[in-house]
């Protein structure tokens, strides 16, 4: 009889353990551990020094939304209740992850460019 009890046991514990790890696992990453995304700086080869920084700052102002919203679906995902992490943003908040690496990426390939027509400190 306890036999049977404990195989009854055994699988509720496993599905719980894997529900909190799948839903630990979901929690959103701030903008600042998110990588850059690889972007080509031949995509900025022909533009001028003054495009590229009006470029530069578009992007730049466009990351810090993106990520300052980033940070905050991440400050929702470590909500805790009850002194257990509950991942809250996520299943209702738009994760910025792939929009913040693209801007990140552009942003390097900008300055790359930058420093290959040697766009001087005017520009910086």
Do not use: Y
Request: hydrophobic share 45%; aromatic share 4%; proline share 7%.
């Amino acid at each position: 009889m306890r036999a049977k009890q404990f195989t009854c046991i055994l699988p509720r514990r496993a599905v719980l353990a894997l529900a909190a790890a799948l839903g630990l696992s979901a929690c959103a990453k701030t903008a600042w551990d998110i990588e850059p995304a690889p972007v080509d700086p031949a995509l900025f080869v022909g533009t001028d020094c003054a495009h590229l920084v009006a470029r530069r700052a578009r992007i730049s102002q466009a990351l810090i939304f993106a990520g300052s919203a980033q940070d905050q679906l991440a400050a929702d995902d470590r909500m805790r209740t009850l002194g257990v992490p509950t991942p809250m943003g996520t299943p209702f908040g738009d994760d910025r992850e792939p929009q913040i690496a693209r801007l990140k990426g552009e942003l390097h390939a900008i300055n790359a460019q930058m420093d290959a027509q040697r766009c001087g400190p005017d520009f910086r």
